[in-house]
């Protein structure tokens, strides 16, 4: 099959594409930076912003899988405009299949970057073509990012009744590579992580684990989101499920710690991606709740900003 990947440069775009080939598809990725193709995937010039270069990368093309999000500095604009000139391409070049990536709790919770998403859902479910939806669960890599940022603090602020769901992009990828290359079901699907922890249990886990001793102190988060998340709407029961735990995250087997810190390759970094949906594991101060474009999705995922002419 032929499928072509927006986002491909993003944190599940980097796990998605080397999925695809494996998989034995035919693969084409979108991007805004001008790419040298190599082995079996194709580099095309394309915008979403401004639909430039988009018609051309769908020619020829079986189905799509949209993963491209610009997060919270691009203002949906990935999301929502970019969604609906994509669909209408899609359709034009008689696409039979648009999977797009969304978040779990995107329908029961819209907040922030959330309403995007669903707008997006919308979108795609009114575009005339064979469709899917997947939402899943905050990605272990992007929480371990952004734990990460605040390893230098002395203190880190958690909340024990915020619950997360964290799932690795491998296996997101993996399904989302399976979905894609089926027929389209018509409907969202949900994926999520293996276990449902406590925003509290989390932190303290990162730190024991990386060697780090931190005060972690105790408080309650507030805004819509953090209670959003505090009543499970953010988490799924559906299955199939992801089986790689946060735990086994952390503490890969040597030889896969020593790839991941090892040369580059066509997707470097791949092991430690994205956008993805959760407030911020580390502080309310982050995620202000007034913030229309609350980043809950780690950001540009996978879309580059317009640059100006």
């Known amino acids: 099959m032929r499928i072509l990947v927006t986002g491909a440069t993003g944190m599940l775009g980097r796990a998605l594409v080397p999925a695809l080939v494996k998989a034995g598809h035919q693969v084409r990725a979108l991007s805004r930076t001008r790419r040298e193709s190599r082995g079996n995937v194709e580099w095309v010039w394309g915008d979403l912003f401004s639909g430039h270069g988009v018609p051309e990368a769908l020619a020829g093309m079986d189905a799509v899988a949209h993963l491209a999000t610009s997060g919270r500095r691009g203002r949906g604009a990935a999301d929502i405009p970019g969604t609906r000139r ?17 978040m779990v709790g995107a329908d029961r919770a819209p907040v922030g970057y959330l309403t995007y998403k669903l ?47 964290p799932v690795h992009t491998g296996e997101v990828a993996a399904r989302v590579a399976e ?59 559906a299955t199939p499920r992801g089986t790689i735990t946060w735990d086994a995250y952390l503490t890969p087997p040597a030889t896969a710690r020593a790839a991941r810190h090892g040369g580059a390759d066509a997707f470097p970094d791949s092991d430690d991606f994205a956008s993805e949906h959760t407030a911020s594991p580390t502080s309310p101060a982050t995620q202000p709740e007034l913030d229309p474009d609350v980043r809950v999705y780690g950001g540009d995922d996978g879309y580059e900003r317009p640059t100006r002419g």
């Open 119 to 165: 707008e997006a859902e919308r979108l795609v479910a009114a575009g005339g073509i064979g469709w899917t939806v997947l939402r899943s669960t905050p990605f272990q890599q992007w929480l371990h990012r952004r734990l990460r940022d605040y390893a230098s603090l002395p203190v880190l602020l958690v909340d024990p009744t915020v619950l997360m769901q």
């Open 86 to 102: 994509l669909v209408l391409a899609a359709r034009e070049a008689g696409v039979g299949h648009l999977l797009l990536t969304s």
């Open 179 to 237: 979905l894609v290359g089926g027929e389209p079901l018509g409907t969202a699907v949900e994926f999520g992580g293996p276990e449902v922890l406590d925003h509290a249990r989390l932190a303290r886990t990162w730190c024991r684990l990386h060697g780090l001793r931190r005060l972690c102190l105790p408080m309650r988060f507030p805004g819509r989101l953090y209670a959003a998340q505090r009543a499970g709407e953010l988490t799924t029961d």
